[in-house]
């Protein structure tokens, strides 16, 4: 009986263990896609984020593949990633959830990709509370895209979040006006296996996975920012490296002796 009760508790630890993993591979893929779309909407720069808009973004969040379906009342709901910039470059991924509805004339339904950049330190302190809610705690606005927005400065009076979504299908309409957002805690234990507060998460406190690099390395390729070493190495030159194995031939410090009279 004994005996069976033991393999009945390792049977469920194992089992538990096995979607543990399974969830965090879920949360990974989270991570890589929302670094995905990033690389895609800037590779078009006609109609990619303004690189001024971008690298002045206090945090970017990313939410692949938003579920938006509509029939005169909208509603919204998606999981996204994001991250913040600190003294020590992009920080750690933050698992958040966005939902809300909105009203107009919408028929239809979608998957989109909504990318969010807050703006200034008022929206980064409405996403550091963990929930808020867009046009309510914090004002949003749709954010200016293409190379002819560079040289506006609109968007920096606009809005504390400017929103970019990219849609595939047809969908009218789109609204993130009474929109909240709140920590994932669920994708948060799943990936770091246990919580971590969205304070911790978003202001460097917590270090970045190394199986989270390259959304950060992406974010700091288009944003900037990129993570800073206190210890990396300088890369010595061609020269000063062809220098270093082979060192010049010296002169000897004395002239060399006169030769003997004859």
Request: hydrophobic share 40%; aromatic share 6%.
């Amino acid at each position: 009986m004994k005996k069976s009760a033991v393999l009945a508790l390792i049977l469920l630890l194992s089992t538990c263990g096995l979607a543990q993993s399974g969830d965090r591979e879920k949360q990974l893929d989270r991570i890589d896609s929302a670094g995905t779309v990033i690389s895609e909407i800037m590779a078009a720069p006609d109609s990619a984020i303004p690189n001024e808009v971008i690298e002045s973004a206090k945090c970017i969040a990313v939410v692949p593949s938003m579920l938006k379906g509509a029939f005169v009342i909208g509603a919204e709901r998606g999981r996204g990633v994001a991250s913040c910039r600190t003294d020590k470059g992009w920080s750690a991924p933050a698992f958040f959830i966005v939902e809300g509805g909105s009203f107009g004339l919408q028929v239809g339904g979608q998957a989109v990709d909504l990318v969010m950049l807050i703006m200034n330190e008022g929206g980064m302190r409405n996403l550091l509370a963990s929930k808020f809610k867009l046009g309510v705690n914090g004002s949003v606005a749709a954010g200016p895209v293409g190379r002819h927005a560079e040289g506006s400065t609109d968007w920096k009076m606009r809005a504390e979040v400017l929103t970019y979504s990219r849609a595939r299908g047809v969908f009218a309409g789109i609204s993130l006006n009474g929109a909240s957002i709140r920590q994932d805690q669920d994708s948060t234990r799943s990936f770091y296996g246990h919580m971590v507060p969205y304070r911790s998460l978003l202001t460097g406190a917590t270090p970045v996975p190394t199986d989270a690099n390259p959304f950060i390395e992406t974010l700091g390729k288009y944003a900037g920012g990129g993570v800073k070493s206190a210890t990396a190495p300088t890369t010595a030159s061609p020269a000063s490296s062809t220098a270093t194995k082979n060192p010049p031939s010296t002169s000897p410090s004395t002239p060399p002796p006169n030769p003997p009279q004859q």
